[in-house]
């Protein structure tokens, strides 16, 4: 069974940076393409930045200069590195990864960017 779990959410100053983690296990991780999404409150879900498994990536143009997605095939883990946080990334982050034509996702974890 496949099972994404994200942390290293938290509330950071306008400008600060955070570093998310996803670990994902019941899977062949290196294989597949993955993903963050982010949900703000009143909002529909978008995609934030996706990463292949060769490790091609793409963003989402309002965080372009500012998020970098990686993955660590070793430790099954993909992140996603924010700097320069703005209030208007406050919101759930949560990783996803289609394997076997089934759409997993992780519980989110909460980055909020305050004063």
């Known amino acids: 069974q496949v099972q994404l779990v994200e942390s290293g959410g938290g509330l950071v100053q306008p400008g600060g940076s955070l570093r998310l983690s996803c670990a994902a296990s019941?899977?062949?991780?290196?294989?597949?393409?993955l993903g963050w999404y982010r949900q703000a409150p009143g909002k529909q879900r978008e995609l934030v930045a996706t990463?292949?498994?060769?490790?091609?990536?793409n963003y989402a143009d309002s965080v372009k200069g500012r998020f970098t997605i990686s993955r660590d095939n070793a430790k099954n883990t993909v992140y996603l590195q924010m700097n320069s946080l703005k209030p208007e990334d406050t919101a759930v982050y949560s990783c996803?990864?289609?394997?076997?034509?089934?759409?997993?996702w992780g519980q989110g974890t909460q980055v909020t960017v305050s004063s």
């Open positions: 019941g899977m062949r991780f290196s294989m597949y393409a």
């Open positions: 996803n990864v289609v394997y076997l034509l089934t759409a997993y």
């Open positions: 990463i292949t498994n060769g490790g091609n990536t």
